[in-house]
């Protein structure tokens, strides 16, 4: 198809990223443990997903330094704070936000919310995106914490997105 990433699989190959994701966290038991958490856990993706799409617009689309740069000040003024309060809402409504997004373990939600953090740092350059947001802040520095999570974080490759 053209495509990257692709995740071959038993003969089968799949193709986009949150498709691909999505069956590897049913696979090891991070999409959630009912129907309705495995709901929950999508509409925290998607919403992860719905934050990051305007991006390449001024990360890579748009050429003209001064319609790239009002771009993103409308990005991090208006669309972001909406997106950004709304998953505060959510994360709260769980646990008051001392846990995770979904249930009472660690799901594929969660760590979407750590890539989105690391992709706003990256192709934004926000030093720290959830800084007005205490509970997503929390969330990451949990997720971070998780003992195979940090050893992945302190070896993947340094990329520019």
């Not at 799949?14 to 590897?24: D, E």
Request: charged fraction near 30%; proline fraction near 5%.
């Amino acid at each position: 198809m053209g495509q990257v990433p692709i995740l071959e699989y038993q003969g089968h190959k799949l193709f986009q990223s949150l498709a691909i994701s999505r069956f590897l966290a049913k696979k090891f038991g991070l999409a959630g443990k009912t129907e309705w958490e495995e709901v929950k856990v999508d509409i925290v993706v998607d919403t992860a997903d719905d934050i990051l799409k305007p991006v390449p617009q001024f990360f890579r689309v748009e050429k003209d330094e001064k319609k790239k740069e009002e771009l993103r000040n409308t990005y991090i003024q208006e669309t972001l704070p909406n997106f950004l309060k709304n998953l505060e809402n959510i994360l709260k409504s769980q646990n008051n936000g001392d846990g995770f997004f979904v249930g009472d373990s660690l799901t594929w939600a969660d760590l979407q919310i750590l890539v989105l953090c690391s992709r706003l740092e990256l192709m934004v350059k926000l030093t720290n995106p959830f800084g007005e947001y205490p509970k997503l802040k929390g969330l990451v520095e949990r997720v971070s914490a998780v003992p195979k999570v940090a050893a992945w974080l302190a070896k993947r490759p340094k990329t520019s997105f």
